[in-house]
Protein backbone atom coordinates (compact mmCIF):
# COMPACT_ATOMS: atom_id res chain seq x y z
CA UNK A 1 0.00 0.00 0.00
CA UNK A 2 1.71 3.22 -1.23
CA UNK A 3 1.63 6.10 1.00
CA UNK A 4 -0.04 9.12 0.11
CA UNK A 5 1.71 12.65 -0.45
CA UNK A 6 -0.20 15.89 0.30
CA UNK A 7 0.00 18.80 -2.01
CA UNK A 8 1.00 20.22 1.47
CA UNK A 9 3.79 17.94 2.13
CA UNK A 10 5.19 18.33 -1.66
CA UNK A 11 5.89 21.68 -1.62
CA UNK A 12 7.78 21.72 1.67
CA UNK A 13 9.96 19.18 0.29
CA UNK A 14 10.62 21.15 -2.82
CA UNK A 15 11.14 24.11 -0.65
CA UNK A 16 13.67 22.59 1.26
CA UNK A 17 15.51 21.31 -1.63
CA UNK A 18 15.42 25.30 -3.21
CA UNK A 19 16.33 26.45 0.43
CA UNK A 20 19.58 23.97 0.26
CA UNK A 21 20.70 24.47 -3.55
CA UNK A 22 20.40 28.19 -2.51
CA UNK A 23 22.92 27.77 0.68
CA UNK A 24 24.83 25.66 -1.82
CA UNK A 25 25.37 28.12 -4.31
CA UNK A 26 26.25 30.91 -1.50
CA UNK A 27 28.84 28.39 -0.37
CA UNK A 28 30.41 28.12 -3.54
CA UNK A 29 30.13 31.81 -4.18
CA UNK A 30 31.87 32.61 -0.56
CA UNK A 31 34.47 30.22 -1.65
CA UNK A 32 35.31 31.68 -5.13
CA UNK A 33 35.42 35.52 -3.87
CA UNK A 34 37.16 34.35 -0.63
CA UNK A 35 39.69 32.43 -2.35
CA UNK A 36 41.57 35.67 -4.23
CA UNK A 37 41.15 37.30 -1.03
CA UNK A 38 42.67 35.22 1.04
CA UNK A 39 45.58 34.30 -1.65
CA UNK A 40 46.57 38.26 -2.09
CA UNK A 41 46.64 38.07 1.72
CA UNK A 42 49.34 35.78 1.74
CA UNK A 43 50.90 37.30 -0.89
CA UNK A 44 51.04 40.52 0.99
CA UNK A 45 52.46 38.69 4.12
CA UNK A 46 55.59 37.24 2.32
CA UNK A 47 56.81 40.87 1.40
CA UNK A 48 58.07 42.61 -1.48
CA UNK A 49 61.18 41.55 -3.77
CA UNK A 50 63.51 44.31 -4.25
CA UNK A 51 66.64 43.42 -6.45
CA UNK A 52 69.84 44.96 -5.77
CA UNK A 53 73.50 44.95 -7.32
CA UNK A 54 76.75 45.91 -6.27
CA UNK A 55 79.39 46.26 -9.09
CA UNK A 56 83.32 46.90 -9.19
CA UNK A 57 84.10 49.03 -12.29
CA UNK A 58 88.22 49.53 -11.72
CA UNK A 59 90.37 52.14 -12.94
CA UNK A 60 92.26 49.22 -15.03
CA UNK A 61 95.64 50.07 -13.23
CA UNK A 62 97.44 48.87 -10.47
CA UNK A 63 98.52 52.38 -9.41
CA UNK A 64 102.58 51.16 -9.33
CA UNK A 65 102.91 54.89 -9.07
CA UNK A 66 102.35 54.74 -5.01
CA UNK A 67 105.51 52.95 -4.69
CA UNK A 68 108.13 55.63 -5.85
CA UNK A 69 110.92 56.58 -4.27
CA UNK A 70 111.73 59.90 -6.40
CA UNK A 71 109.91 62.58 -8.00
CA UNK A 72 111.45 61.93 -11.32
CA UNK A 73 109.90 57.98 -10.68
CA UNK A 74 107.04 58.97 -9.96
CA UNK A 75 106.15 60.99 -13.06
CA UNK A 76 107.68 58.31 -14.93
CA UNK A 77 105.02 55.68 -13.31
CA UNK A 78 102.25 58.13 -13.41
CA UNK A 79 102.37 58.20 -17.00
CA UNK A 80 102.96 54.21 -17.22
CA UNK A 81 99.47 54.00 -15.27
CA UNK A 82 97.45 55.99 -17.87
CA UNK A 83 98.75 53.97 -20.16
CA UNK A 84 97.70 50.82 -18.24
CA UNK A 85 93.76 52.53 -18.32
CA UNK A 86 93.86 53.45 -21.60
CA UNK A 87 94.35 50.18 -23.09
CA UNK A 88 91.58 48.58 -21.34
CA UNK A 89 89.30 50.64 -23.29
CA UNK A 90 87.41 52.13 -20.30
CA UNK A 91 84.45 53.76 -22.44
CA UNK A 92 84.12 49.88 -23.98
CA UNK A 93 84.20 48.45 -20.41
CA UNK A 94 81.58 50.79 -18.79
CA UNK A 95 78.94 50.12 -22.02
CA UNK A 96 79.32 46.34 -20.80
CA UNK A 97 78.73 47.17 -17.52
CA UNK A 98 75.85 49.46 -17.85
CA UNK A 99 74.84 46.56 -20.34
CA UNK A 100 74.87 44.20 -17.81
CA UNK A 101 72.77 45.98 -15.18
CA UNK A 102 70.45 46.38 -17.74
CA UNK A 103 70.22 42.90 -18.00
CA UNK A 104 69.40 42.60 -14.35
CA UNK A 105 67.47 45.40 -14.28
CA UNK A 106 68.34 45.87 -9.93
CA UNK A 107 66.43 48.32 -8.45
CA UNK A 108 69.28 49.88 -6.20
CA UNK A 109 72.53 49.76 -7.65
CA UNK A 110 76.25 50.39 -5.58
CA UNK A 111 79.15 50.97 -8.18
CA UNK A 112 82.77 51.33 -6.86
CA UNK A 113 85.50 52.68 -8.37
CA UNK A 114 83.59 55.44 -10.71
CA UNK A 115 86.11 56.95 -11.40
CA UNK A 116 87.64 60.26 -13.25
CA UNK A 117 90.70 60.73 -15.13
CA UNK A 118 91.79 64.22 -15.81
CA UNK A 119 94.56 65.59 -17.64
CA UNK A 120 96.33 69.21 -18.42
CA UNK A 121 98.65 70.17 -21.01
CA UNK A 122 100.83 72.47 -20.72
CA UNK A 123 101.45 70.73 -17.30
CA UNK A 124 102.20 72.53 -14.00
CA UNK A 125 102.44 69.88 -11.36
CA UNK A 126 99.41 70.34 -9.90
CA UNK A 127 98.28 71.87 -6.17
CA UNK A 128 100.47 69.25 -4.61
CA UNK A 129 103.93 71.32 -5.76
CA UNK A 130 101.94 74.88 -6.13
CA UNK A 131 100.08 74.27 -9.90
CA UNK A 132 96.14 74.36 -10.56
CA UNK A 133 94.04 71.37 -11.36
CA UNK A 134 93.79 69.67 -14.07
CA UNK A 135 90.00 70.02 -15.59
CA UNK A 136 90.30 67.89 -18.92
CA UNK A 137 88.26 64.98 -18.70
CA UNK A 138 89.55 62.26 -20.44
CA UNK A 139 87.69 59.44 -18.85
CA UNK A 140 84.58 59.93 -16.43
CA UNK A 141 83.38 56.44 -15.44
CA UNK A 142 80.18 57.39 -13.44
CA UNK A 143 79.14 59.28 -16.60
CA UNK A 144 79.84 56.86 -18.96
CA UNK A 145 77.92 54.02 -17.16
CA UNK A 146 74.96 56.61 -16.76
CA UNK A 147 74.61 57.44 -20.62
CA UNK A 148 74.55 53.89 -21.65
CA UNK A 149 71.98 52.82 -18.71
CA UNK A 150 69.96 56.48 -19.80
CA UNK A 151 70.65 55.98 -23.75
CA UNK A 152 67.02 57.00 -25.47
CA UNK A 153 65.17 57.16 -22.17
CA UNK A 154 66.19 57.95 -18.44
CA UNK A 155 66.31 54.36 -16.46
CA UNK A 156 68.73 54.94 -13.80
CA UNK A 157 68.84 58.20 -11.92
CA UNK A 158 72.41 59.15 -9.35
CA UNK A 159 70.97 58.85 -5.51
CA UNK A 160 74.88 60.19 -4.50
CA UNK A 161 78.34 60.13 -5.60
CA UNK A 162 80.88 60.01 -3.47
CA UNK A 163 84.81 61.51 -3.82
CA UNK A 164 87.45 59.33 -2.01
CA UNK A 165 90.42 59.73 -3.19
CA UNK A 166 92.36 62.67 -5.38
CA UNK A 167 96.00 63.23 -6.48
CA UNK A 168 97.66 65.10 -9.54
CA UNK A 169 101.48 64.49 -10.84
CA UNK A 170 102.82 65.03 -13.64
CA UNK A 171 102.52 62.06 -15.92
CA UNK A 172 105.67 61.02 -18.62
CA UNK A 173 102.52 59.86 -21.27
CA UNK A 174 104.71 58.61 -23.66
CA UNK A 175 107.28 57.17 -21.75
CA UNK A 176 110.32 59.19 -23.87
CA UNK A 177 112.67 60.67 -22.40
CA UNK A 178 112.75 60.30 -17.84
CA UNK A 179 111.32 61.70 -15.68
CA UNK A 180 109.01 65.27 -14.68
CA UNK A 181 110.88 67.57 -16.88
CA UNK A 182 110.29 64.81 -19.67
CA UNK A 183 106.41 64.35 -19.02
CA UNK A 184 103.81 66.17 -21.38
CA UNK A 185 100.80 66.21 -18.65
CA UNK A 186 99.23 66.61 -15.55
CA UNK A 187 97.24 63.79 -14.77
CA UNK A 188 94.74 63.65 -11.73
CA UNK A 189 92.83 60.65 -10.72
CA UNK A 190 89.40 61.33 -8.03
CA UNK A 191 88.30 57.64 -7.15
CA UNK A 192 84.67 57.48 -6.07
CA UNK A 193 81.67 55.28 -5.37
CA UNK A 194 77.82 56.28 -6.32
CA UNK A 195 74.60 54.17 -5.37
CA UNK A 196 71.45 54.30 -8.63
CA UNK A 197 67.89 53.98 -8.38
CA UNK A 198 65.71 52.66 -11.03
CA UNK A 199 63.60 54.96 -12.42
CA UNK A 200 59.43 54.09 -12.96
CA UNK A 201 59.86 50.80 -10.65
CA UNK A 202 58.63 52.54 -7.34
CA UNK A 203 61.70 53.20 -6.07
CA UNK A 204 61.70 55.77 -2.99
CA UNK A 205 64.56 56.68 -1.58
CA UNK A 206 64.96 59.48 0.96
CA UNK A 207 67.51 60.29 4.21
CA UNK A 208 70.66 60.70 1.56
CA UNK A 209 74.51 60.23 3.33
CA UNK A 210 78.34 59.53 3.00
CA UNK A 211 81.29 59.69 5.03
CA UNK A 212 84.60 58.72 4.79
CA UNK A 213 85.97 56.56 7.38
CA UNK A 214 87.83 58.30 10.44
CA UNK A 215 90.96 55.18 9.96
CA UNK A 216 92.62 55.30 6.25
CA UNK A 217 95.59 53.83 4.93
CA UNK A 218 98.52 56.31 4.56
CA UNK A 219 100.87 55.89 1.98
CA UNK A 220 104.24 56.66 2.42
CA UNK A 221 104.88 58.58 -1.09
CA UNK A 222 108.42 59.37 -1.55
CA UNK A 223 110.18 58.24 1.61
CA UNK A 224 108.75 60.72 3.10
CA UNK A 225 104.88 62.41 2.38
CA UNK A 226 102.34 60.33 4.49
CA UNK A 227 99.41 60.38 1.88
CA UNK A 228 95.82 59.26 3.28
CA UNK A 229 94.09 57.21 0.95
CA UNK A 230 89.95 58.00 2.61
CA UNK A 231 87.10 55.43 1.59
CA UNK A 232 84.25 55.82 2.70
CA UNK A 233 80.25 55.11 2.71
CA UNK A 234 77.10 56.29 1.30
CA UNK A 235 73.20 55.18 2.61
CA UNK A 236 70.09 56.36 1.72
CA UNK A 237 66.63 54.65 2.90
CA UNK A 238 64.48 53.53 1.01
CA UNK A 239 60.94 51.95 0.12
CA UNK A 240 60.59 49.59 -3.02
CA UNK A 241 56.87 48.89 -4.09
CA UNK A 242 55.14 49.40 -1.02
CA UNK A 243 57.94 47.40 1.31
CA UNK A 244 58.76 48.72 4.45
CA UNK A 245 61.54 51.37 4.88
CA UNK A 246 65.19 49.91 4.86
CA UNK A 247 68.04 51.76 5.15
CA UNK A 248 70.40 50.56 2.33
CA UNK A 249 74.20 50.71 2.81
CA UNK A 250 76.83 50.68 0.09
CA UNK A 251 81.14 50.73 1.12
CA UNK A 252 84.37 50.04 -0.23
CA UNK A 253 87.04 48.94 2.08
CA UNK A 254 90.75 49.55 1.81
CA UNK A 255 91.65 47.62 -0.95
CA UNK A 256 95.90 48.09 -0.50
CA UNK A 257 95.24 46.70 3.09
CA UNK A 258 97.10 43.82 2.45
CA UNK A 259 100.47 45.06 1.25
CA UNK A 260 103.13 44.67 3.49
CA UNK A 261 104.76 48.28 2.27
CA UNK A 262 101.55 50.10 3.37
CA UNK A 263 100.82 49.84 7.00
CA UNK A 264 100.86 53.05 7.91
CA UNK A 265 96.90 53.77 9.66
CA UNK A 266 96.00 57.53 10.02
CA UNK A 267 93.00 58.41 12.78
CA UNK A 268 92.18 61.68 11.27
CA UNK A 269 89.56 62.19 14.06
CA UNK A 270 92.52 63.58 15.96
CA UNK A 271 94.17 66.98 15.40
CA UNK A 272 96.99 66.39 14.06
CA UNK A 273 95.92 62.89 12.68
CA UNK A 274 97.26 59.67 15.00
CA UNK A 275 99.68 57.97 13.20
CA UNK A 276 99.82 54.06 13.91
CA UNK A 277 101.72 51.13 12.60
CA UNK A 278 99.83 48.26 12.07
CA UNK A 279 99.75 44.98 10.47
CA UNK A 280 97.99 43.31 7.60
CA UNK A 281 94.40 43.57 7.08
CA UNK A 282 93.83 45.98 10.52
CA UNK A 283 92.57 49.18 8.82
CA UNK A 284 89.84 47.39 7.04
CA UNK A 285 88.89 45.57 9.89
CA UNK A 286 88.88 48.72 11.80
CA UNK A 287 86.44 50.71 8.99
CA UNK A 288 84.13 47.58 9.04
CA UNK A 289 83.71 48.45 12.55
CA UNK A 290 83.21 52.26 12.05
CA UNK A 291 80.55 50.84 9.42
CA UNK A 292 78.43 48.31 11.46
CA UNK A 293 78.69 50.45 15.00
CA UNK A 294 77.82 53.62 12.35
CA UNK A 295 75.34 54.30 9.65
CA UNK A 296 75.00 50.41 9.00
CA UNK A 297 73.34 50.09 13.13
CA UNK A 298 69.78 51.24 12.53
CA UNK A 299 66.28 50.21 14.01
CA UNK A 300 64.94 49.53 10.40
CA UNK A 301 66.16 46.54 8.35
CA UNK A 302 69.51 47.09 6.74
CA UNK A 303 70.61 46.21 3.05
CA UNK A 304 74.55 46.08 3.29
CA UNK A 305 76.78 45.71 -0.42
CA UNK A 306 79.85 46.26 -1.80
CA UNK A 307 83.15 45.50 -2.21
CA UNK A 308 84.14 44.58 1.49
CA UNK A 309 88.25 43.67 0.00
CA UNK A 310 87.22 40.41 2.49
CA UNK A 311 87.11 36.87 1.56
CA UNK A 312 84.25 34.52 2.85
CA UNK A 313 86.61 32.27 5.57
CA UNK A 314 87.42 29.34 3.87
CA UNK A 315 86.71 30.71 0.22
CA UNK A 316 90.20 31.14 -0.37
CA UNK A 317 93.13 31.76 2.20
CA UNK A 318 93.70 35.31 2.76
CA UNK A 319 91.82 38.35 5.14
CA UNK A 320 88.12 37.67 6.52
CA UNK A 321 88.80 39.83 9.14
CA UNK A 322 86.58 42.71 7.87
CA UNK A 323 83.80 40.14 6.89
CA UNK A 324 83.77 38.57 10.38
CA UNK A 325 83.25 41.64 11.94
CA UNK A 326 80.13 42.17 9.87
CA UNK A 327 78.93 38.81 10.51
CA UNK A 328 79.46 39.55 14.02
CA UNK A 329 76.86 42.41 14.09
CA UNK A 330 74.26 40.36 12.62
CA UNK A 331 74.72 40.89 9.01
CA UNK A 332 74.00 37.62 7.02
CA UNK A 333 75.05 36.89 3.15
CA UNK A 334 72.14 37.46 1.12
CA UNK A 335 74.30 36.74 -2.42
CA UNK A 336 75.95 33.70 -4.09
CA UNK A 337 79.40 32.37 -3.65
CA UNK A 338 79.40 30.40 -6.86
CA UNK A 339 80.52 31.62 -9.42
CA UNK A 340 83.31 33.15 -7.39
CA UNK A 341 83.12 37.23 -8.58
CA UNK A 342 87.01 37.89 -7.81
CA UNK A 343 89.20 38.34 -9.49
CA UNK A 344 90.79 39.34 -13.01
CA UNK A 345 93.85 40.73 -14.05
CA UNK A 346 94.04 45.06 -13.72
CA UNK A 347 94.14 45.31 -17.25
CA UNK A 348 90.72 43.26 -18.18
CA UNK A 349 92.52 40.04 -19.22
CA UNK A 350 93.73 37.17 -18.07
CA UNK A 351 91.17 34.03 -17.71
CA UNK A 352 87.75 32.76 -16.27
CA UNK A 353 90.05 31.11 -13.72
CA UNK A 354 91.61 33.83 -11.93
CA UNK A 355 87.76 34.85 -10.91
CA UNK A 356 88.49 32.51 -7.31
CA UNK A 357 87.23 34.07 -4.96
CA UNK A 358 84.26 36.26 -2.93
CA UNK A 359 84.84 39.88 -1.49
CA UNK A 360 81.82 41.69 -3.43
CA UNK A 361 79.11 40.75 -1.13
CA UNK A 362 74.84 41.55 -0.32
CA UNK A 363 74.56 41.24 3.15
CA UNK A 364 71.29 41.65 5.19
CA UNK A 365 69.71 42.61 8.69
CA UNK A 366 68.04 41.04 10.51
CA UNK A 367 68.54 37.84 8.71
CA UNK A 368 65.11 36.45 9.45
CA UNK A 369 63.24 39.81 7.31
CA UNK A 370 65.69 40.13 4.67
CA UNK A 371 65.56 36.60 2.63
CA UNK A 372 67.38 35.76 -0.83
CA UNK A 373 64.90 34.74 -3.76
CA UNK A 374 68.06 34.32 -6.35
CA UNK A 375 71.48 35.51 -6.60
CA UNK A 376 73.64 35.57 -9.56
CA UNK A 377 76.85 36.92 -10.86
CA UNK A 378 77.48 39.34 -14.22
CA UNK A 379 80.62 40.45 -16.24
CA UNK A 380 82.59 37.17 -16.38
CA UNK A 381 82.31 37.09 -20.41
CA UNK A 382 84.62 39.30 -22.02
CA UNK A 383 83.77 41.81 -24.39
CA UNK A 384 86.11 42.88 -27.09
CA UNK A 385 88.75 40.55 -25.45
CA UNK A 386 88.73 41.98 -22.00
CA UNK A 387 86.71 41.90 -19.34
CA UNK A 388 84.49 44.82 -18.41
CA UNK A 389 85.91 44.83 -14.74
CA UNK A 390 88.98 42.81 -12.74
CA UNK A 391 85.43 42.10 -10.60
CA UNK A 392 82.06 40.70 -11.87
CA UNK A 393 79.21 42.07 -10.87
CA UNK A 394 76.87 40.64 -7.72
CA UNK A 395 72.99 40.78 -8.07
CA UNK A 396 70.61 39.56 -5.59
CA UNK A 397 66.76 39.55 -5.54
CA UNK A 398 65.64 39.88 -1.31
CA UNK A 399 62.37 39.34 -0.12
CA UNK A 400 61.74 42.49 1.99
CA UNK A 401 59.11 43.30 4.97
CA UNK A 402 55.88 44.81 2.72
CA UNK A 403 54.47 47.88 4.65
CA UNK A 404 50.90 47.03 5.87
CA UNK A 405 48.09 49.05 4.71
CA UNK A 406 45.97 51.26 7.42
CA UNK A 407 43.52 48.68 8.92
CA UNK A 408 44.57 45.87 8.11
Not at 69 to 84: Q, V, Y
Not at 273 to 293: F, G, K
Not at 334 to 355: K, L, N, V, Y
Given at each position: ????????????????????????????????????????????????V???????A??????????????????????????????????L??????????????????????????????????P?????????????????I???????????R???????????????????????????????L?????????????????????????????????????Y?????????????????????????????????????????????????????????????????????????????????????????P???????????????????Q?????????????T?????????????????????????????????????????????????????????
Amino acid sequence: MSAHVTPWRLYLSHRLVAVGLLALAGLLAFTLLAGPAAAAKRKGTRGVVVKTMTYNASLGSGLSARFATSLDEFCDKAGENIREVDATKPKLRMRAIARNILEKKPDLVGLQEVDKVLTQTPPDNGPLLGGTNATTVRYDFLRLILNRLNKNRKRYRLVTAHKEFEFEIKGNLDGVGFGCDDSEIDVRLITGNAILARVGAGVRTSRVRQQSYRHQLSFDLLGSIQYPVPRGWESVDARVRGSKKFRFVHTHLEAFDNDPQQNTMLDTSTDPPTQTVVSNAVVRAIQANELVTGPAKARIPVVLIGDLNSNVPGVKPGDAKAFKRIRAAGFRRRSTQEPPSCCSEDDGGGTIADFDHVVDHIMGKPGRKIRLVSSSVVGRTKVHGLFPSDHAGVFSALRMPRKVAPGR
